[in-house]
């Protein structure tokens, strides 16, 4: 049975696709999406997986790798960060994933459907913010919902304004609904696009770096939206280069770096296996520097009254003993947690350089 396309945040993102778009089909009835039979469980060998990938490549026609042998394994319920500097393959990955563009080799399975050969019956169910929502400026916020719900077959235009209405509570822009789109800031922006999304449920949200070019405020605003959304069980599937954004929202990341998988996994679990910096508080940093070295410490830094340190491959007990004994009087001893961006440069051997 033919049905008609996907939904319009789904069709704004084909506007820029190479693989052509068409006529879409929705899966609502009997064909409720699930888990490959074939695909991986998720990295911890249990539940769905909503998004999975093996060996996924691709090739620029002009020869440049922009993703290489990819391995993706994403759970079911997660905030799944997808982070890496610029450049490191993570948009054509999305584009990819939804069908926007070919790989050159491997598979790429979403909601348990091989893309981009089940686009249409995979998009209805996935809500998209990629390269910033396609809106009228001249139109109002709520106008413009109207205009995406209308491009929508699916959707009953008895409810229409009842579902615009619930879209701009959720994101909050119902205060706003009747200005200009031109006259939004650039996260009202971010949360129209946001609203565009969830005009249908969703099983999975992609967003492609949805705080970039916002303010600390706007930031905060969309995070916890993205929050607020994954308590409700949708899998939102969003790429960041900012490494506290990811650990402040996502429960799950996935690490890229020219074009390769560095590691994956649950953001406590990613930073656990990684030692974090040993620190000493003292009012004698001169005399702690020294004896950490002694004590095999390496990369030892003094700041104010604190010195941190690689810790040493000993017990540490015996370090503060040491310290105790050289007359080192000691406000504050332990290890910090490590942050991502500890694993990050544990795993790579370099700093995670964001600048473009
Ligand atoms: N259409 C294209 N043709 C050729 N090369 C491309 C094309 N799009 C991206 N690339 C290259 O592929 C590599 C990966 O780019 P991609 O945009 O996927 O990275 P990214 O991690 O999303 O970075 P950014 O955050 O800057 O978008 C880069 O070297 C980029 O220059």
Known sequence: MEE???????????????AGSGQARSSRAGAAPHTHPHGPSGPTGEGDTVI????????????????????????????????????????????????LIEPTSGTAHVLGRPMPRAVRTVLPHVGALIEGPALYGFLSGRDNLLRYDAADP????????TRVAAALDRVGLTAAAGKKAKAYSLGM????????????????????????????????????LIRELASDGTTV??????????????????????????????????????????FVTTPDTADAARVLKEQGAGDVVIIDDRVTAEPPERDLADVNAALVRAGVRVRGFGVERASLEDAFVALTGEGFDVAG
């Open 189 to 224: 922006k971010q949360r129209l696009g946001l609203a565009a999304a969830l005009l249908q449920p969703r099983r999975l949200l992609v967003l492609d770096e949805p705080t970039n070019g916002l303010d600390p405020q706007g930031m905060r605003e969309i995070r916890s």
């Open 52 to 99: 999975a990938t093996h060996g996924l490549t691709k090739r620029y026609r002009g020869g440049q790798l922009a993703v290489d042998g990819l391995d993706l394994a994403v759970p079911a319920g997660s905030v799944f960060g997808f982070l890496g500097p610029n450049g490191s393959g993570k948009t054509t990955t999305i584009r990819m994933l939804m069908g």
């Open 237 to 278: 599937f969003l790429s960041s280069h900012l490494l506290d954004e990811i650990e402040q929202v996502c429960t799950h990341a996935a690490v890229m770096a020219q074009g390769r998988l560095i590691t994956q996994g649950a953001v406590a679990e990613l930073a656990a296996g990684v030692r974090g910096r040993l």
């Open 154 to 161: 699916t959707a009953d235009p008895r409810t229409r304004r």
């Open 4 to 18: 008609p396309p996907a939904g319009e945040t789904a069709e704004a993102a084909h506007a820029d696709s190479d």
